[in-house]
């Protein structure tokens, strides 16, 4: 199975700063249709999972744009720029290039 | 308004059977690859089985396997989750998903315990 490594495990920011999560993954993410099936999803403290970045940069509508996805192959980062209260909670990557799908296993956002 | 509810849960001995069911409106279910991803307390996140849209196809994770059943009724726009042989370890909120993980079901707690 495709391991995705996340880095940090947790993040604490001040409301404004700009953070990145990062996820590796053991395997290259590129499909051999040409598309690479990374996600980013945010849990919310008792919510469930929302969809923020599909396709490793496209923003989910309704998703503010202070988010944003990039990467290629094995690398991939989350970036938000500007934190705000809201954005409290753990990210997660996920891929489904390759079966079975994978998660990995979270960054926790603090808000200082 | 795009919906997916989750029923089924609760308390369950080790052993016993449960079925979950999610119900979804507000999109052409029949369209969508669906799922079950789940998340025991304090945990991260963990797919459990997926489904094909018209349900001929079907994947489980290898510790679910033989054990649990995802199937899906289009006409009734339902997921299911037929849950077996349960152990403690399965123990945890189960969420319904579309497999692009676009939408989300609130979750049903499943706790398996004697």
């Known amino acids: 199975d495709v391991v995705l490594t996340q880095t940090p495990p947790t993040l604490s920011a001040t409301i404004g700063q700009s953070v990145s999560i990062s996820c590796r993954s053991s395997?290259?993410?590129?499909?051999?249709?040409?598309?690479?099936?990374l996600n980013w999803l945010l849990q919310r403290p008792g919510q469930p999972p929302q969809l923020l970045i599909y396709?490793?940069?496209r923003l989910e509508s309704g998703v503010p744009n202070r988010f944003s996805g990039s990467g290629s192959g094995t690398d991939f980062t989350l970036k938000i720029s500007g934190v705000e209260a809201e954005d409290l909670g753990v990210y997660y990557c996920?891929?489904?290039?390759?079966?079975?799908?994978?998660f990995g296993s979270g960054t926790k956002l603090e808000i200082k | 308004e795009v919906q997916l509810v989750e029923s089924g849960g609760g308390l369950v001995q080790p052993g016993r059977s449960l079925k979950l069911s999610c119900a979804a409106s507000?999109?052409?279910?029949?369209?969508?690859?669906m799922a079950w991803v789940r998340q025991a307390p304090t945990k991260g996140l963990e797919w459990v089985a997926y489904?094909?849209?018209?349900?001929?196809?079907?994947y489980y994770r290898d510790s679910v396997k033989g054990r649990f059943t995802i199937s899906r009724d289009n006409a009734k726009s339902t997921l299911y989750l037929q849950m077996d042989s349960l152990r403690s370890e399965d123990t945890a909120t189960y969420y319904c998903?579309?497999?692009?993980?676009?939408?989300w079901g609130q979750g049903v707690m499943v706790t398996v315990s004697s």
């Open positions: 998903t579309t497999l692009g993980f676009d939408y």
């Open positions: 489904i094909s849209t018209g349900g001929g196809s079907t």
């Open positions: 996920v891929q489904s290039t390759h079966a079975p799908l994978t």
């Open positions: 507000g999109f052409t279910f029949s369209n969508y690859y």
């Open positions: 396709l490793v940069s």
């Open positions: 395997q290259s993410l590129l499909h051999s249709n040409g598309n690479t099936y």
